[in-house]
């Protein structure tokens, strides 16, 4: 028995798959892959980790992922771990998992590693959607962030590895492909270039898809691509996080609610079945009622369908975890303020 379970982002789903693959000619073994955005991630992590050890008290437990990264140490002291893996050896867990014994903490300067994955995984266990990552790190630093010293410095998969993943997995029978990365727009040369690249080598693509986009990055070049191609799957997830243009400068955010209105206006001009999702941020430092009313207000100027709220949760080492907080119990009225809206 080899178990993988998965935390976060479309990311680690993607790297989860290469992991089932390397890892086949296992046996009781289970996988953890974690997340880090949030303390309350690492929390449910933990508690996971207590439980497939209580469950499973014969099988080895391996874990990896942004949690590993960035708290290596407080993973392995666990007793329940038999082995903690960086993001950089996640790439060759089967190398360590040979020598599982040897020592319990493989964990590397995330920001050595210049290179993406290439393994190329022939499918997605119980999904309809297949993940295809694309770039990884990145080297922005969102005050709130702690996810670039977790996943490194921005790198891309080249084209051509891409178009190679996607025509297997179109050769499995996966009709849908969506694009993921860390910072999906700083893909290089450009995603637009990459989405151009893609439709020109697979012109009989069904359905192809995005993560996380972050409205500054998005052109021009990209917004023209979804007149040309309909089969650009008319949903976009924007990486918005606040409302409000005093907060978004503290975040260390590239827009304003200026900019996110005018594109998703821009976009329904071209494809006027377009839906919007948005990630926020709510109850981050210095941000006011009124700032937190701004929030609300853009998400019905800009048009948003589908939002994915979080109350603010500080990271240790990020310049936002350094700042006088508000209060949880705030931080959390303001998200169930803003996922009512998202119903409503």
């Known amino acids: ?20 693959e390397k890892l086949h000619d296992f046996d009781n073994l ?30 080895e437990i391996i874990v990896t992922g942004c949690s590993a990264q960035l708290n290596a140490d407080k993973l392995a002291d666990m007793p329940e771990v038999s082995l903690v893996l960086g993001n950089k050896e996640k790439k ?29 995984i022939t499918g997605f266990e119980g999904r309809h959607k297949a ?6 790190g990145c080297n922005h630093r969102c005050t709130y962030c702690i996810v670039p010293y977790a996943r490194g410095r921005n790198r891309s998969v080249p084209a051509e590895l891409v178009v190679k993943q996607i025509k297997k997995l179109l050769d499995s029978g996966f009709s849908e492909i969506c694009l993921t990365g860390i910072d999906l727009c700083s893909y290089e040369p450009s995603l637009s270039f990459l989405v151009e690249y893609i439709m ?40 918005i996080q606040s409302g409000d243009n005093d907060v978004l400068k503290i975040m260390g955010r590239r827009h304003r609610r200026e900019d996110v209105i005018n594109l998703c206006h821009k976009i329904k001009e071209i494809r006027n079945e377009v839906k919007f999702g948005a ?12 700032a937190f009313q701004n929030t609300c207000d853009l998400v019905k100027e800009a048009g948003l369908n ?21 209060p949880m119990v705030e931080r959390r009225r303001r998200a169930a303020v803003l996922r009512n809206l998202s119903e409503e």
Do not use: W
């Not at 028995?1 to 935390?7: A, D, N, P, S, Y």
């Not at 993940?131 to 990884?136: A, G, H, K, L, P």
């Not at 192809?208 to 040309?228: Q, Y």
């Open 1 to 20: 028995m080899v178990k993988v379970i998965t935390f976060g982002c479309r990311i680690n789903s993607y790297e989860s798959e290469v992991i089932k």
């Open 30 to 59: 289970i996988v953890i892959n974690t997340c880090a955005v949030t303390a309350e991630a690492e929390r449910q992590c933990r508690q996971t980790i207590r439980k497939l050890k209580r469950d499973y008290p014969q099988a």
């Open 92 to 120: 060759d867990i089967e190398k360590y998992v040979n020598a599982i014994f040897s020592d319990k903490k493989q964990v590397s300067d995330i920001f050595g590693d210049d290179r993406c994955e290439d393994y190329i």
């Open 131 to 136: 993940f295809v990552q694309v770039q990884q």
């Open 200 to 239: 020109t080598e697979i012109p009989n693509l069904p359905k192809l898809s995005f993560g996380s986009l972050d409205p500054a990055k998005i052109d021009n070049n990209f917004i023209n691509l979804l007149h040309k191609y309909k089969n650009i799957f008319p949903y976009f997830h924007l990486s």
């Open 279 to 290: 990630d926020f941020i709510c109850g981050f430092p210095t941000e006011t009622d009124k």
């Open 306 to 326: 589908k939002l994915h709220v979080f109350p603010y949760s500080e990271r240790p080492g990020t310049p936002a975890a350094k700042m006088e907080q508000i």
